[in-house]
């Protein structure tokens, strides 16, 4: 079983950066995919961005141009670099692992970290 460990999530006022991090406990590299999603209260879970196994990213159109993901797959860990904060960015942010067998997807998540930006 797979153990993903967010960190890097604080209070920030707007116009700032945080770098999230999402620890594996095992080898990330056969992950098909990881990603990072965010809920704020009174919403659904929705995906911030995501990078594949190629390392192709997708970004909402909400944080293009102000978030780049990456993946390390000698550290087993993912990143979430957030510049140009906004008081919307507010929220918990989780990370997700995506594993595809035999054409079913197993996917595996974070206990996530809060990210407060003040305005």
């Known amino acids: 079983q797979v153990q993903l460990v967010e960190s890097g999530g604080g209070l920030v006022q707007a116009g700032g950066s945080l770098r999230l991090s999402c620890a594996a406990s095992?080898?990330?590299?056969?992950?098909?995919?990881m990603g990072w999603y965010r809920q704020a209260p009174g919403n659904q879970r929705e995906l911030v961005a995501d990078i594949m196994i190629g390392l192709t990213t997708n970004y909402a159109d909400s944080v293009k141009g102000r978030f780049a993901i990456s993946r390390d797959n000698a550290k087993n860990t993912m990143y979430l670099q957030m510049n140009s904060l906004k008081p919307e960015d507010t929220a918990v942010y989780y990370c997700?692992?995506?594993?595809?067998?035999?054409?079913?997807?197993?996917?595996?998540w974070g206990q996530g970290t809060q990210v407060t930006v003040s305005s």
């Open positions: 095992g080898s990330i590299s056969s992950f098909n995919a």
């Open positions: 997700r692992a995506r594993r595809i067998l035999r054409g079913n997807p197993y996917d595996y």
